[in-house]
């Protein structure tokens, strides 16, 4: 049955390149041959001979019992893959790595180093021993042991550390006692040793490579013990086979985590630039989305420690509370492509500048002119018999309707009846220039100054309020995974409004997700306590809640998540930090009430 050859420890047979199966297979061979050999016994046995009966059977049960080994081995194996794969953090997985090579070879200690991505070292990542009760690293106490470097000072590979030798050349270490171990440096074992009365004996070194075939870290087990005596033994040839296997696994899930991981930082960063620079395009909303991602989170939170009231059975999971902080920090993305003059108009007749000052030097022509024809008439023929005009009258009535215009310009009040109809009257009004009669208010500036309220034509604010379709538009066309897949619904929802007067869909309550609730909450409140506006001033604590009254009362904002914000401090907190020393002031909501100043 042999192919000839024999091992060199044992002079025993070879029958397979596996060690298992070779003893497997030996201890067939040793029964047929003490069958065979027996003191009367046949030289061949015979059908029917209870002897061969027994023999088979023995032979059967030794098979069986490799093989029922074999499957729990096996079984054991996938169920730490799988293990392996289903944990996401990082630090969990690095010790269940270590703790499931542990058990699966019974090692009293192990430990992982991982392998700098820039530097020629290996960092120690998790140190475990039972018998000292050492748990370092990953969720446990921080290491703070110096990293063991893969090059010496004069240059060359450190082949005298064995998990640095172990990283750079790919190779597997088993070790029987390190005491008597050859060709390695255990004198830091030694040490360590003598310090805490511990005795290292034997070693089993594996590297850990990723799919890619390259060495990111070791996997190091202390001192194998045997499962009945619980004596210190060496690491089986089995053990080093099934470890380097565990050891590809758990590379492969570490590179899958540090990848994900690395795709969600990168995701994060690139989401931050972008507002980032949506806040830089405006100088005048420069911090408003951090301002708005902030108080979010902080809603989301409160949300999630509710245990009593509307929210004490809502709670979002980790996976949620990214998706609600994603959405967000991208909730204005759209404004990217809104210019800039609109986004920053401070004045009903800015653009690129304000054109007040065109119409400052019309009235100066106009002024002008009015002069230059007093002046002629006083020349004529019939000036004695007319008196002449009053040029400071004149002039005055000029800059009495110039300042009427700039203010208007200004757009920080509601417009009434009788300055429409003032300014229609300016409308008409003309002045020569180049010997043509020019009016004195184009018709584009005529229509921005009858704006009623605020600064921005229905053409503009529509413009403004388009940013939210182009948000939707650009983050429904981004491939975001399946736990962010929410993101674009969640972003879209921050002005519609629970009576179904928002835009840009008209969604009505039952349609608004509460995450899109708490982003419109935090946008509003953000809005009008925000003092770098351009066209007001940040509003007093009070005002600003007393207009979230009324925003309740007529159904456009969540009443609840309103309440929760006051109730819970959100908002004395966010005053606090946020808002300027004269816009902080006592308030009160709902007969209850808080202090900004106090403790609420």
Not at 130 to 143: A, C, F, P, Q, W
Not at 423 to 436: H, T, V
Not at 523 to 535: G, H, V, W
């Amino acid at each position: 049955m042999s192919d000839g050859k024999t091992t060199a420890s044992t002079g025993q047979p070879v029958y397979s390149d596996d060690p298992m199966i070779n003893g497997l297979l030996a201890g067939v061979v040793a029964r047929i041959n003490s069958f065979c050999t027996r003191p009367g016994g046949p030289d061949y046995p015979r059908a029917g001979d209870q002897g061969l009966d027994a023999l088979l059977a023995g032979v059967v049960a030794d098979i069986k019992s490799f093989t029922e080994g074999q499957v729990v081995h096996i079984h054991e194996l996938v169920k730490i893959g799988q293990a392996l794969s289903a944990e996401k953090n990082l630090d969990r997985l690095l010790e269940m790595i270590v703790s499931e090579a542990r058990r699966f070879t019974n090692a009293d200690g192990g430990t992982l180093y991982i392998k700098r991505e820039l530097e020629e070292a290996l960092d120690f990542s998790i140190v475990q021993n039972d018998s000292l009760n050492v748990r370092m690293g990953g969720t446990g106490e921080r290491i703070t042991w110096p990293s063991v470097p893969l090059v010496t000072r004069n240059g060359n590979r450190n082949e005298r550390n064995v998990s640095a030798y172990c990283a750079i050349y790919g190779k597997a270490i088993n070790i029987k006692d390190v005491y008597d171990a050859e060709g390695f440096d255990f004198q830091g074992t030694k040490d360590f040793d003598k310090t805490t009365g511990y005795r290292s004996k034997s070693m089993l070194v594996i590297p850990m490579r990723d799919h890619e075939d390259a060495v990111i870290g070791v996997l190091q087990l202390l001192n194998a013990r045997d499962r009945h005596s619980g004596q210190v033994v060496s690491f089986a040839a089995r053990d080093e086979e099934s470890i380097t296997s565990l050891a590809s696994s758990a590379a492969i899930a570490i590179t899958n985590v540090r990848l994900i991981k690395g795709l969600e930082d990168l995701l994060q960063a690139f989401v931050k630039s972008i507002a980032s620079a949506i806040d830089e395009k405006s100088p005048y909303t420069a911090g408003h989305i951090l301002r708005v991602a902030g108080l979010t989170e902080s809603i989301a939170a409160a949300i999630n420690q509710a245990d009593s009231g509307t929210y004490k059975d809502l709670s979002f999971s980790d996976d949620e509370m990214a998706e609600i902080k994603l959405a967000a920090w991208m909730h204005d993305v759209g404004k990217i492509s809104t210019p800039e003059y609109v986004v920053d108009k401070s004045a009903k007749l800015e653009t690129i500048f304000d054109r007040i000052e065109l119409i400052r030097h019309k009235f100066e022509i106009l002024e002008r002119d009015v002069e230059i024809s007093l002046l002629r008439s006083r020349l004529g023929e019939e000036a004695a018999a007319r008196p002449p005009d009053d040029l400071a009258a004149r002039t005055a009535a000029l800059a009495e309707d110039f300042r009427f215009l700039r203010t208007v310009n200004i757009g920080a009040e509601f417009l009434g009846d009788e300055s429409v109809e003032r300014l229609a009257e300016l409308g008409k009004r003309s002045y020569r220039l180049a010997g043509k009669k020019v009016p004195l208010l184009t018709g584009d500036e005529l229509e921005n100054l009858l704006v009623r309220h605020g600064t921005l034509t229905e053409k503009e604010r529509n413009i403004i309020n388009n940013h939210v379709t182009i948000t939707i538009k650009m983050l429904e066309s981004l491939p975001f995974p399946r736990k962010l897949r929410h993101v674009p619904l969640y972003a879209g929802m921050h002005h519609e409004k629970l009576d179904g007067s928002g835009y840009p869909r008209g969604l009505e309550q039952d349609d608004i997700d509460i995450r899109g609730r708490i982003i419109a909450v935090a946008d509003i409140f953000e809005a009008l306590t925000a003092a770098d506006r351009p066209y007001k001033q940040g509003k007093r604590l009070s005002e600003s809640m007393r207009i979230l009254g009324f925003m309740v009362k007529d159904k456009h904002l969540d009443e609840n998540l309103c309440d929760l914000v006051v109730e819970t401090g959100l908002i004395r907190d966010y005053a606090l930090r946020y808002l300027d020393e004269d816009q902080l002031d006592d308030f009160e909501w709902k007969g209850t009430h808080y202090s900004v100043r106090g403790n609420g």
